[in-house]
């Protein structure tokens, strides 16, 4: 299963997927760090009483920025299935 030549043209696809890829992965860590600290360490923490009560009133905030991650998520995830058809290119056959 040998690639094909390497275009420059296919170089930059490869590394515009690789910035999706990338951008996906921060995406991910992002909403789930957020999600995390918004539904179970702080009402852990309120609950246990090592954060004050007013400290709930952030969740909300964290919970909306785990939305826009979870959307930023989606998207680069959809450009990052469009980004490695190249490689499709480059190696023609599926399975050995």
């Known amino acids: 299963m040998t690639p094909e030549n390497v275009t ?12 999706w890829f990338w951008a996906f ?18 009402p852990s923490l309120v609950s246990t009483r090592d954060l004050p009560a007013r400290a709930m009133t952030v969740r909300p905030v964290l919970f909306a920025l785990a939305v826009v991650f979870l959307l930023a998520a989606i998207f ?11 490689l499709y290119e480059i190696w023609p ?3 050995i």
């Open 76 to 86: 680069s995830f959809i450009n990052l299935v469009g980004g490695i058809q190249v």
């Open 25 to 42: 992965l921060g995406c991910v860590v992002g909403f789930a760090a957020n999600f995390l600290v918004g539904y179970a360490i702080i």
């Open 93 to 95: 056959q599926k399975w």
């Open 8 to 19: 420059s043209e296919q170089w930059q696809q490869i590394s515009t997927a690789l910035v």
